[in-house]
Protein backbone atom coordinates (compact mmCIF):
# COMPACT_ATOMS: atom_id res chain seq x y z
CA UNK A 1 0.00 0.00 0.00
CA UNK A 2 1.63 3.28 -1.19
CA UNK A 3 1.06 6.87 0.92
CA UNK A 4 1.42 10.32 -0.19
CA UNK A 5 3.64 12.07 2.00
CA UNK A 6 2.82 13.22 5.59
CA UNK A 7 0.82 16.66 5.78
CA UNK A 8 2.78 17.99 8.14
CA UNK A 9 5.97 17.18 6.73
CA UNK A 10 5.39 18.56 3.29
CA UNK A 11 3.31 21.52 4.76
CA UNK A 12 6.73 22.24 7.20
CA UNK A 13 8.92 22.01 4.00
CA UNK A 14 6.89 23.78 2.06
CA UNK A 15 6.39 26.62 4.35
CA UNK A 16 9.84 26.82 5.37
CA UNK A 17 11.35 26.66 2.01
CA UNK A 18 8.97 29.95 1.02
CA UNK A 19 9.64 31.73 4.26
CA UNK A 20 13.52 30.99 3.51
CA UNK A 21 12.97 32.82 0.08
CA UNK A 22 11.12 35.21 1.91
CA UNK A 23 13.35 36.23 4.28
CA UNK A 24 16.50 36.63 1.89
CA UNK A 25 14.06 38.97 -0.14
CA UNK A 26 13.45 41.12 2.68
CA UNK A 27 16.98 41.00 4.04
CA UNK A 28 18.33 42.28 0.64
CA UNK A 29 15.89 44.63 0.77
CA UNK A 30 16.54 45.97 4.29
CA UNK A 31 20.59 45.96 3.30
CA UNK A 32 20.27 47.86 0.35
CA UNK A 33 18.06 50.64 2.43
CA UNK A 34 19.89 50.68 4.99
CA UNK A 35 23.60 51.17 2.78
CA UNK A 36 21.86 53.69 0.89
CA UNK A 37 20.74 55.38 4.23
CA UNK A 38 23.72 54.91 5.98
CA UNK A 39 26.33 56.42 2.51
CA UNK A 40 24.28 59.12 2.39
CA UNK A 41 24.99 60.13 5.76
CA UNK A 42 28.75 59.12 6.03
CA UNK A 43 29.37 61.47 2.18
CA UNK A 44 27.90 64.38 4.50
CA UNK A 45 29.82 63.51 7.17
CA UNK A 46 33.23 63.23 5.01
CA UNK A 47 31.96 66.47 2.87
CA UNK A 48 31.55 68.52 6.59
CA UNK A 49 35.32 67.46 7.42
CA UNK A 50 36.35 68.69 3.89
CA UNK A 51 34.73 71.99 4.51
CA UNK A 52 35.68 72.44 7.81
CA UNK A 53 39.46 71.71 7.40
CA UNK A 54 40.51 75.07 7.37
CA UNK A 55 39.24 78.53 8.44
CA UNK A 56 40.34 80.10 5.03
CA UNK A 57 38.79 77.16 2.60
CA UNK A 58 36.15 78.55 0.41
CA UNK A 59 33.22 75.79 0.74
CA UNK A 60 31.88 77.35 -3.08
CA UNK A 61 34.62 75.47 -4.66
CA UNK A 62 33.06 72.35 -3.38
CA UNK A 63 30.81 70.39 -5.39
CA UNK A 64 27.30 70.33 -4.09
CA UNK A 65 26.02 67.45 -1.58
CA UNK A 66 22.78 65.80 -3.04
CA UNK A 67 21.39 66.72 0.30
CA UNK A 68 21.55 70.30 1.37
CA UNK A 69 19.47 70.05 4.58
CA UNK A 70 21.33 73.11 6.42
CA UNK A 71 20.61 70.98 9.76
CA UNK A 72 22.68 68.37 8.87
CA UNK A 73 25.71 70.93 8.93
CA UNK A 74 28.38 71.00 12.21
CA UNK A 75 29.16 74.42 13.51
CA UNK A 76 32.61 74.38 14.48
CA UNK A 77 33.95 77.40 16.92
CA UNK A 78 37.14 77.90 17.58
CA UNK A 79 38.37 80.49 20.47
CA UNK A 80 41.42 81.76 21.73
CA UNK A 81 42.90 81.63 25.22
CA UNK A 82 40.88 84.85 26.12
CA UNK A 83 38.20 83.94 25.14
CA UNK A 84 37.78 85.75 21.87
CA UNK A 85 36.12 83.67 18.60
CA UNK A 86 38.62 82.78 16.07
CA UNK A 87 36.96 80.89 13.58
CA UNK A 88 33.41 79.70 13.06
CA UNK A 89 31.69 78.02 10.55
CA UNK A 90 27.73 78.57 10.79
CA UNK A 91 27.33 82.27 11.58
CA UNK A 92 24.46 82.81 13.63
CA UNK A 93 24.18 79.45 15.72
CA UNK A 94 25.56 81.16 18.90
CA UNK A 95 26.46 78.20 20.81
CA UNK A 96 28.22 79.39 23.90
CA UNK A 97 31.52 77.73 25.00
CA UNK A 98 31.38 74.71 27.05
CA UNK A 99 32.41 74.83 30.74
CA UNK A 100 34.45 71.75 30.66
CA UNK A 101 35.59 69.35 27.84
CA UNK A 102 33.83 66.58 26.80
CA UNK A 103 30.38 66.27 25.82
CA UNK A 104 27.38 67.86 26.32
CA UNK A 105 23.89 68.86 25.19
CA UNK A 106 23.02 72.43 24.80
CA UNK A 107 20.11 74.24 24.30
CA UNK A 108 19.81 77.46 22.05
CA UNK A 109 17.00 79.75 21.65
CA UNK A 110 14.17 76.78 20.58
CA UNK A 111 17.02 74.60 18.90
CA UNK A 112 19.36 71.69 20.95
CA UNK A 113 22.64 70.90 19.70
CA UNK A 114 25.08 68.07 21.09
CA UNK A 115 28.48 69.33 21.39
CA UNK A 116 32.47 68.34 22.02
CA UNK A 117 34.76 70.35 23.10
CA UNK A 118 38.86 70.53 23.53
CA UNK A 119 40.71 72.87 25.32
CA UNK A 120 44.78 73.37 25.43
CA UNK A 121 46.72 76.16 26.35
CA UNK A 122 46.14 78.18 23.40
CA UNK A 123 42.44 77.54 22.19
CA UNK A 124 39.34 75.82 22.41
CA UNK A 125 37.87 73.77 19.57
CA UNK A 126 34.02 73.05 19.83
CA UNK A 127 32.39 71.25 17.41
CA UNK A 128 27.92 70.81 17.70
CA UNK A 129 25.55 69.24 15.59
CA UNK A 130 22.22 69.73 16.09
CA UNK A 131 20.09 66.95 18.03
CA UNK A 132 17.18 66.73 15.43
CA UNK A 133 20.19 64.84 12.53
CA UNK A 134 20.31 62.00 15.09
CA UNK A 135 16.26 61.60 15.62
CA UNK A 136 16.31 61.25 11.99
CA UNK A 137 18.89 58.89 11.56
CA UNK A 138 17.01 56.45 14.51
CA UNK A 139 13.77 57.43 12.59
CA UNK A 140 15.27 56.00 9.69
CA UNK A 141 16.84 53.61 11.96
CA UNK A 142 13.57 52.18 13.10
CA UNK A 143 11.75 52.46 9.57
CA UNK A 144 14.64 50.46 8.00
CA UNK A 145 14.08 47.49 10.64
CA UNK A 146 10.45 47.76 10.69
CA UNK A 147 9.42 47.95 7.64
CA UNK A 148 10.47 44.39 6.46
CA UNK A 149 8.67 43.31 9.30
CA UNK A 150 5.54 45.34 8.27
CA UNK A 151 5.82 43.60 4.66
CA UNK A 152 6.95 40.18 5.84
CA UNK A 153 3.51 39.88 7.64
CA UNK A 154 1.27 39.76 4.72
CA UNK A 155 3.81 38.15 2.90
CA UNK A 156 3.65 35.15 5.82
CA UNK A 157 0.07 35.19 5.30
CA UNK A 158 0.35 34.84 1.48
CA UNK A 159 2.85 32.30 1.54
CA UNK A 160 1.48 30.55 4.26
CA UNK A 161 -1.97 30.03 2.56
CA UNK A 162 -0.08 28.99 -0.80
CA UNK A 163 1.61 26.71 0.82
CA UNK A 164 -1.25 24.75 2.89
CA UNK A 165 -3.66 25.20 -0.18
CA UNK A 166 -1.22 23.16 -2.15
CA UNK A 167 -0.81 20.90 0.50
CA UNK A 168 -4.38 20.47 0.84
CA UNK A 169 -5.08 19.98 -2.28
CA UNK A 170 -3.80 16.46 -2.11
CA UNK A 171 -7.04 15.66 -0.40
CA UNK A 172 -9.68 16.68 -3.44
CA UNK A 173 -9.58 13.22 -4.39
CA UNK A 174 -10.66 11.59 -1.22
CA UNK A 175 -13.26 15.16 -1.04
CA UNK A 176 -14.77 15.00 -4.41
CA UNK A 177 -15.21 10.47 -3.52
CA UNK A 178 -16.64 11.22 -0.68
CA UNK A 179 -19.32 13.88 -1.98
CA UNK A 180 -20.23 12.06 -5.10
CA UNK A 181 -20.58 8.65 -3.26
CA UNK A 182 -23.88 6.88 -3.47
CA UNK A 183 -25.99 5.72 -0.04
CA UNK A 184 -25.43 2.33 -2.27
CA UNK A 185 -22.00 2.62 -2.60
CA UNK A 186 -20.08 -0.68 -1.39
CA UNK A 187 -16.58 -0.16 -3.07
CA UNK A 188 -13.55 1.29 -0.48
CA UNK A 189 -12.31 4.05 -0.66
CA UNK A 190 -9.14 4.43 -2.11
CA UNK A 191 -5.71 5.20 -0.73
CA UNK A 192 -3.96 6.98 -3.90
CA UNK A 193 -2.60 10.38 -2.66
CA UNK A 194 -4.06 10.13 0.70
CA UNK A 195 -1.62 11.96 3.53
CA UNK A 196 -0.36 9.78 6.05
CA UNK A 197 -2.11 11.47 8.61
CA UNK A 198 -5.20 10.69 7.13
CA UNK A 199 -4.54 6.69 6.43
CA UNK A 200 -5.72 5.57 9.80
CA UNK A 201 -9.39 7.64 8.95
CA UNK A 202 -9.70 6.28 5.57
CA UNK A 203 -9.15 2.67 6.75
CA UNK A 204 -11.30 3.20 9.77
CA UNK A 205 -13.89 4.27 7.32
CA UNK A 206 -13.22 1.45 4.73
CA UNK A 207 -13.92 -0.92 7.66
CA UNK A 208 -17.58 0.91 8.39
CA UNK A 209 -18.53 0.78 4.73
CA UNK A 210 -17.81 -3.31 5.03
CA UNK A 211 -19.70 -3.80 8.26
CA UNK A 212 -22.48 -1.74 6.54
CA UNK A 213 -22.27 -3.58 3.16
CA UNK A 214 -22.85 -6.93 5.60
CA UNK A 215 -25.85 -5.80 7.50
CA UNK A 216 -27.00 -4.23 4.27
CA UNK A 217 -26.88 -7.89 2.38
CA UNK A 218 -28.04 -9.71 5.81
CA UNK A 219 -31.04 -7.61 5.48
CA UNK A 220 -31.66 -7.63 1.67
CA UNK A 221 -31.52 -11.72 2.39
CA UNK A 222 -33.90 -11.42 5.30
CA UNK A 223 -36.30 -9.49 3.56
CA UNK A 224 -36.22 -11.96 0.54
CA UNK A 225 -36.61 -14.63 2.50
CA UNK A 226 -39.35 -13.30 4.84
CA UNK A 227 -41.21 -11.96 1.82
CA UNK A 228 -40.82 -15.37 -0.18
CA UNK A 229 -41.83 -17.74 2.92
CA UNK A 230 -44.94 -15.62 3.62
CA UNK A 231 -46.18 -16.15 0.33
CA UNK A 232 -47.62 -19.56 0.83
CA UNK A 233 -49.57 -19.37 3.96
CA UNK A 234 -50.96 -16.22 2.85
CA UNK A 235 -51.92 -17.73 -0.70
CA UNK A 236 -53.46 -20.62 1.16
CA UNK A 237 -55.64 -17.93 3.65
CA UNK A 238 -56.54 -15.98 0.59
CA UNK A 239 -58.00 -19.67 -1.19
CA UNK A 240 -59.79 -20.97 2.67
CA UNK A 241 -61.52 -17.31 2.23
CA UNK A 242 -62.53 -17.83 -0.90
CA UNK A 243 -63.95 -21.12 -0.47
CA UNK A 244 -65.66 -19.91 2.54
CA UNK A 245 -67.18 -17.11 1.00
CA UNK A 246 -68.44 -19.58 -1.93
CA UNK A 247 -70.15 -21.55 0.32
CA UNK A 248 -72.82 -19.17 1.68
CA UNK A 249 -71.64 -18.11 5.23
CA UNK A 250 -74.33 -17.03 7.78
CA UNK A 251 -75.29 -13.44 7.67
CA UNK A 252 -73.63 -12.87 11.06
CA UNK A 253 -70.52 -14.31 10.00
CA UNK A 254 -69.77 -13.18 5.98
CA UNK A 255 -68.97 -9.80 7.54
CA UNK A 256 -65.67 -11.75 9.53
CA UNK A 257 -65.11 -13.02 6.38
CA UNK A 258 -65.28 -10.13 4.24
CA UNK A 259 -62.48 -8.59 6.60
CA UNK A 260 -60.22 -11.73 6.70
CA UNK A 261 -60.12 -11.47 3.05
CA UNK A 262 -59.36 -7.58 3.15
CA UNK A 263 -56.30 -8.31 5.59
CA UNK A 264 -55.23 -11.36 3.20
CA UNK A 265 -55.73 -8.94 0.26
CA UNK A 266 -53.40 -6.45 2.03
CA UNK A 267 -50.94 -9.08 3.58
CA UNK A 268 -50.52 -10.22 -0.24
CA UNK A 269 -49.89 -7.00 -1.40
CA UNK A 270 -47.31 -5.99 0.91
CA UNK A 271 -45.30 -9.27 0.23
CA UNK A 272 -45.51 -8.59 -3.41
CA UNK A 273 -43.76 -4.81 -2.50
CA UNK A 274 -41.39 -6.30 -0.46
CA UNK A 275 -40.72 -8.53 -2.92
CA UNK A 276 -40.40 -6.03 -5.74
CA UNK A 277 -38.26 -3.79 -3.37
CA UNK A 278 -35.55 -6.56 -2.76
CA UNK A 279 -35.31 -7.27 -6.25
CA UNK A 280 -34.72 -3.34 -6.58
CA UNK A 281 -32.20 -3.34 -3.96
CA UNK A 282 -29.94 -4.99 -6.40
CA UNK A 283 -26.99 -2.52 -7.76
CA UNK A 284 -27.49 -2.46 -11.75
CA UNK A 285 -30.85 -2.80 -13.84
CA UNK A 286 -31.47 -5.09 -16.36
CA UNK A 287 -30.45 -4.15 -19.69
CA UNK A 288 -32.49 -1.37 -20.42
CA UNK A 289 -34.78 -1.24 -23.87
CA UNK A 290 -36.86 1.77 -25.91
CA UNK A 291 -40.18 1.55 -24.31
CA UNK A 292 -43.33 4.24 -25.06
CA UNK A 293 -43.44 5.72 -21.82
CA UNK A 294 -46.98 6.84 -22.77
CA UNK A 295 -48.42 3.52 -23.60
CA UNK A 296 -47.48 2.46 -20.30
CA UNK A 297 -49.02 4.86 -18.64
CA UNK A 298 -52.42 4.41 -20.49
CA UNK A 299 -52.11 0.52 -19.42
CA UNK A 300 -51.28 2.13 -15.74
CA UNK A 301 -54.76 3.77 -16.13
CA UNK A 302 -57.08 1.19 -17.80
CA UNK A 303 -55.64 -1.41 -15.00
CA UNK A 304 -56.79 1.46 -12.01
CA UNK A 305 -59.83 1.99 -13.91
CA UNK A 306 -62.15 -0.25 -11.65
CA UNK A 307 -60.18 0.82 -8.45
CA UNK A 308 -60.98 4.69 -9.08
CA UNK A 309 -64.54 3.22 -10.42
CA UNK A 310 -65.38 1.66 -6.71
CA UNK A 311 -64.18 4.04 -5.22
CA UNK A 312 -66.07 6.75 -6.75
CA UNK A 313 -62.83 8.83 -7.97
CA UNK A 314 -62.99 10.68 -11.52
CA UNK A 315 -59.67 9.31 -13.11
CA UNK A 316 -58.47 11.41 -16.32
CA UNK A 317 -55.68 11.26 -18.73
CA UNK A 318 -54.46 13.46 -20.90
CA UNK A 319 -51.51 11.54 -22.86
CA UNK A 320 -50.31 11.84 -26.42
CA UNK A 321 -48.15 8.74 -27.40
CA UNK A 322 -45.58 7.95 -28.50
CA UNK A 323 -42.96 8.97 -25.74
CA UNK A 324 -39.69 7.00 -26.28
CA UNK A 325 -38.04 6.31 -23.16
CA UNK A 326 -34.94 3.86 -22.27
CA UNK A 327 -35.42 1.21 -19.19
CA UNK A 328 -37.12 -2.00 -18.18
CA UNK A 329 -40.51 -1.84 -18.99
CA UNK A 330 -41.92 -3.32 -15.94
CA UNK A 331 -39.73 -1.25 -13.33
CA UNK A 332 -41.36 2.22 -15.44
CA UNK A 333 -44.92 0.43 -15.28
CA UNK A 334 -44.58 0.28 -11.49
CA UNK A 335 -42.86 3.20 -11.31
CA UNK A 336 -46.18 4.68 -13.02
CA UNK A 337 -48.83 2.21 -11.15
CA UNK A 338 -47.50 3.07 -7.91
CA UNK A 339 -48.34 7.00 -8.03
CA UNK A 340 -51.18 6.31 -10.12
CA UNK A 341 -52.52 3.97 -6.53
CA UNK A 342 -51.38 6.26 -4.23
CA UNK A 343 -52.94 9.33 -5.63
CA UNK A 344 -56.46 6.54 -5.39
CA UNK A 345 -55.97 5.72 -1.99
CA UNK A 346 -55.55 9.04 -0.68
CA UNK A 347 -58.15 10.46 -2.51
CA UNK A 348 -61.98 11.15 -1.07
CA UNK A 349 -64.89 9.52 -2.54
CA UNK A 350 -66.13 11.96 -5.58
CA UNK A 351 -62.51 13.26 -5.75
CA UNK A 352 -59.99 13.34 -9.20
CA UNK A 353 -56.71 12.39 -10.09
CA UNK A 354 -56.08 13.61 -13.44
CA UNK A 355 -52.64 11.45 -14.91
CA UNK A 356 -50.80 13.22 -18.11
CA UNK A 357 -47.85 13.30 -19.85
CA UNK A 358 -46.27 16.19 -21.78
CA UNK A 359 -42.74 16.95 -23.80
CA UNK A 360 -40.05 18.73 -21.35
CA UNK A 361 -36.70 20.10 -22.20
CA UNK A 362 -34.63 17.09 -23.41
CA UNK A 363 -37.79 14.45 -22.54
CA UNK A 364 -40.96 13.87 -21.36
CA UNK A 365 -42.62 15.02 -18.17
CA UNK A 366 -45.77 12.33 -16.00
CA UNK A 367 -47.97 13.90 -13.86
CA UNK A 368 -50.26 12.62 -11.09
CA UNK A 369 -52.15 15.40 -9.37
CA UNK A 370 -54.70 14.37 -6.60
CA UNK A 371 -57.65 16.16 -4.51
CA UNK A 372 -56.90 14.45 -1.73
CA UNK A 373 -55.56 15.49 2.06
CA UNK A 374 -52.13 16.64 1.12
CA UNK A 375 -48.73 16.58 2.63
CA UNK A 376 -48.62 17.62 6.12
CA UNK A 377 -46.01 20.21 6.63
CA UNK A 378 -42.41 19.25 6.89
CA UNK A 379 -43.29 15.24 5.50
CA UNK A 380 -41.51 16.22 2.09
CA UNK A 381 -38.09 14.81 3.45
CA UNK A 382 -39.63 11.74 4.15
CA UNK A 383 -41.88 10.41 1.72
CA UNK A 384 -39.88 8.29 0.20
CA UNK A 385 -38.42 6.52 3.26
CA UNK A 386 -39.35 2.97 4.01
CA UNK A 387 -43.00 2.48 5.88
CA UNK A 388 -43.44 5.96 6.06
CA UNK A 389 -47.08 7.36 5.79
CA UNK A 390 -47.65 10.97 5.58
CA UNK A 391 -51.47 9.89 5.26
CA UNK A 392 -54.13 9.18 7.75
CA UNK A 393 -54.15 6.29 9.81
CA UNK A 394 -57.76 5.17 7.78
CA UNK A 395 -56.17 5.14 4.40
CA UNK A 396 -54.92 1.59 3.81
CA UNK A 397 -51.13 1.71 2.93
CA UNK A 398 -47.79 -0.22 3.44
CA UNK A 399 -45.70 2.83 3.39
CA UNK A 400 -43.54 1.17 0.75
CA UNK A 401 -44.85 2.80 -2.81
CA UNK A 402 -42.87 6.05 -3.12
CA UNK A 403 -40.05 3.94 -1.77
CA UNK A 404 -40.02 1.38 -4.61
CA UNK A 405 -40.96 4.48 -7.13
CA UNK A 406 -38.24 6.64 -5.87
CA UNK A 407 -35.86 3.33 -6.24
CA UNK A 408 -37.03 3.02 -9.97
CA UNK A 409 -36.39 6.26 -10.56
CA UNK A 410 -32.76 6.26 -9.37
CA UNK A 411 -31.87 3.02 -11.18
CA UNK A 412 -33.39 4.60 -14.71
CA UNK A 413 -31.91 7.95 -14.36
CA UNK A 414 -35.70 9.85 -14.01
CA UNK A 415 -36.08 12.83 -11.67
CA UNK A 416 -39.06 12.17 -9.22
CA UNK A 417 -40.55 15.13 -6.98
CA UNK A 418 -43.54 14.84 -5.16
CA UNK A 419 -45.12 17.98 -3.35
CA UNK A 420 -48.26 19.49 -2.63
CA UNK A 421 -50.22 21.61 -5.08
CA UNK A 422 -49.21 25.07 -5.97
CA UNK A 423 -52.04 25.87 -8.39
CA UNK A 424 -54.74 26.98 -4.97
CA UNK A 425 -56.18 22.99 -5.05
CA UNK A 426 -55.72 21.23 -2.24
CA UNK A 427 -53.61 17.76 -2.82
CA UNK A 428 -50.31 16.62 -4.32
CA UNK A 429 -48.65 16.66 -7.26
CA UNK A 430 -46.61 13.80 -8.66
CA UNK A 431 -44.20 14.50 -11.04
CA UNK A 432 -41.55 12.09 -13.13
CA UNK A 433 -39.09 13.37 -15.51
CA UNK A 434 -37.54 11.02 -18.15
CA UNK A 435 -34.84 11.70 -20.93
CA UNK A 436 -35.75 10.85 -24.28
CA UNK A 437 -34.37 8.27 -25.53
CA UNK A 438 -33.77 9.51 -29.53
CA UNK A 439 -35.41 6.46 -31.01
CA UNK A 440 -38.50 7.26 -33.06
Known amino acids: MNHAPSLRHTFLTRITLMLAIAGCITA ?43 EDRFAITIWDAAGHVLDQSLPGANIPLLPK ?17 LRDAGQSIQVAQRMRVREEIASSAALGAALPVLLLIPLTWLVGGLALHRTLRRMDNLTHDLATRGARATAPLPFTDVPAELTPLVESMNGLILRLNTALEAQKRFLADAAH ?19 KPAPNQRPRLEALAAAARRAAGLVGQLLRLARLDEPEAPCPVAVDAAELLLACVADHAPLS ?9 AITPPAMVRGVEDEI ?16 TGGRVDVSLQPAEGGFSVEVQDNGPGLPAGAEADIFERF ?8 EGSGLGLAIARRIATRH ?5 VCNRKDGVKGVLARVTMPDSGEA
Open 28 to 70: AATYSYSKHETASFLDGQLRQIALNAGPKLIAATAPEAPDQDP
Open 101 to 117: PGFATVQVGQKIWRAYM
Open 229 to 247: SLRTPIAAMQIETGNLMAD
Open 309 to 317: SRNGIDLGA
Open 333 to 348: QTLFANLIENALIYSP
Open 388 to 395: FRAAPQAV
Open 413 to 417: GFGLE
